[in-house]
């Protein structure tokens, strides 16, 4: 059995704020030219997909390949600082 988390009201010290660039699902589910691979992916991130592409009538393996394009395209910084 898990051991539940106990809370305190302590500081926590420096933080910083970080800009949400993730797309939203609606915005994963376009076709663009691919590459198969195999990969293992948690239970609960590909119920999490399947979820949310079925109610968008359309295709996990899409929204999952096009957040990884977005991520790539984010931190891809050869192609970021020549787009500018």
Excluded: C, W
Aim: glycine share 2%.
């Amino acid at each position: 059995m898990k051991q539940k988390i106990k809370y305190t009201d302590e500081p926590i010290g420096k933080i910083k704020i970080v800009k949400d660039f993730l797309p939203k699902p609606d915005e994963l589910v376009f076709k663009e030219d691919t590459i198969k691979v195999t990969l293992h992916l948690s239970k609960s991130s590909i119920d999490y997909f399947k979820k949310e592409a079925d109610k968008r009538h359309a295709h996990y393996q899409t929204m999952i390949r096009t957040l990884l394009d977005k991520y790539t395209e984010h931190y891809d910084e050869p192609k970021h600082h020549s787009a500018n």
